[in-house]
C-alpha cells in the first residue's frame, strides 16, 4: 500500500511503515487516508510493527499530530510492540519524537 | 486602542525596524496553503545562509527558521480574515524574529485566548501532550498544536497582540524567537 503527493510518500512493506519526504498537509482531514492506511496495519494483529521515518525531513504539526494519533492507537492494543526508527540527520526527530515515548512509554524508539 | 498582550510583553514591542518585510496577499495566484510551505522554504533558505561554513549549524538554523517560520504562516493563513498577511523577519542578538500580523474573526480570537489563558497556568510540554490526547478521542482539529510545539520543543520565546478592528475582525500580531546556534559568529 501507497499514498503519496510530490512532496512525501508513505508505503508498507511487510510490518514496517515507511515515511518519506515533507510532510506538510493542511490538517487532520488531510492526513486521514494516511490515518486509515496504517491503523489498518496496526490492527491486522501482528506481534510488532515499525514506523521507520529515517526518511522524514520534515513535518508540520498536524503531521506530528497523526504520529501521536497513532501511537496512541498502538498503545491502546497492549500486545502490540511498536518500534520507531528516527534519524539525528533531521532536528525535528530530536525534538519532537521523544513525545511520543511520553504517551506510549512501551514504545521502542531508536534514533540513530 | 491599547491592544490586548498575552506571553512575553517585552517582545511583542521589540522594534523590528530593520527586519525583511514580506507581504502575502489575495489575488490571482489566490494565497492558498501552499504559499505557507513554499514562503517558509523561502526564508528558511535566506535567513540560514549565514551559517552555511558549518554543515550541522546551517541544517539547524534552516531547520529551526523553516519549522516557526511554517507553523506562524500556516496558522495565519488557514485562520485570516480578507486582507494581507504581513511578515517582519531579522535575526538579531544569536536569535532568529519573526513576527506576523493578519486579520482574525472573533471565533479564532477565542479559542486562541482560551489556548493562551491556559498557557499561564500549565507548562506548554504538558499542555501538548494533553492537546495530543484530546485530539486522539475527538477527532480535534489539531489547533494550537503548532503553537505548542514551538513553546515546548523549540523553546520559543512568543508574544501575542489583539486590537479591534471593525464589526467581527481583530488585528492579530504574533511574534516569535528562537535561538540560532551559537558557534556562528553572526
Redesign the interface.
Known amino acids: 500500500m501507497e499514498i503519496s503527493d510530490e512532496n512525501f510518500r508513505v508505503w508498507t512493506e511487510n510490518t514496517e511503515v515507511y515515511f518519506d519526504g515533507?510532510f506538510?498537509l493542511?490538517?487532520?482531514d488531510a492526513y486521514a487516508p494516511i490515518h486509515s492506511m496504517i491503523v489498518g496495519l496496526l490492527h491486522e494483529g501482528h506481534k510488532q510493527v515499525t514506523f521507520n521515518l529515517t526518511g522524514l525531513e520534515?513535518l508540520?504539526?498536524?503531521g506530528?499530530?497523526l504520529l501521536?494519533?497513532l501511537t496512541?492507537?498502538a498503545r491502546k492494543m497492549g500486545e502490540l510492540q511498536l518500534i520507531v526508527k528516527g534519524t539525528n540527520?533531521?532536528?525535528?526527530q530530536a525534538?519532537?519524537l521523544p513525545?511520543l515515548k511520553?504517551?506510549h512509554p512501551l514504545l521502542d524508539l531508536r534514533l540513530a | 486602542m491599547t491592544p490586548t498582550l498575552y506571553g512575553i510583553e517585552a517582545l511583542a514591542s521589540e522594534n523590528l525596524d530593520a527586519s525583511t518585510r514580506l507581504t502575502l496577499r489575495d489575488g490571482p495566484l489566490q494565497l492558498g496553503w501552499k504559499h505557507s510551505g513554499m514562503t517558509s522554504d523561502f526564508l528558511a533558505e535566506v535567513m540560514s545562509l549565514p551559517y552555511s561554513r558549518s554543515t550541522r549549524d546551517y541544517t539547524q538554523a534552516h531547520h529551526d527558521i523553516g519549522y516557526l517560520s511554517n507553523e506562524l504562516i500556516e496558522n495565519a493563513v488557514k485562520f485570516r480574515q480578507p486582507g494581507e498577511i504581513l511578515i517582519e523577519v531579522g535575526i538579531s542578538g544569536g536569535c532568529f524574529f519573526m513576527r506576523i500580523t493578519n486579520s482574525i474573526d472573533s471565533a479564532s480570537l477565542s479559542r486562541l485566548q482560551q489556548l493562551l489563558h491556559r498557557l499561564r497556568s500549565k507548562e506548554p510540554g504538558e499542555l501538548l501532550l494533553e492537546r495530543i490526547e484530546s485530539n486522539a478521542i475527538s477527532e480535534g482539529s489539531g489547533s494550537g498544536l503548532g503553537l505548542l510545539t514551538l513553546l515546548s520543543d523549540y523553546d520559543a520565546k512568543m508574544a501575542w497582540a489583539f486590537e479591534e478592528a471593525d464589526d467581527d475582525h481583530f488585528k492579530l500580531t504574533t511574534t516569535a524567537l528562537v535561538a540560532l546556534p551559537p558557534s556562528s559568529k553572526l
Open positions: 515533507i506538510r493542511a490538517g487532520p520534515f508540520n504539526s498536524s506530528i499530530n501521536a494519533k496512541i492507537e540527520q533531521y532536528p525535528w525534538k519532537s513525545n511520553k504517551l
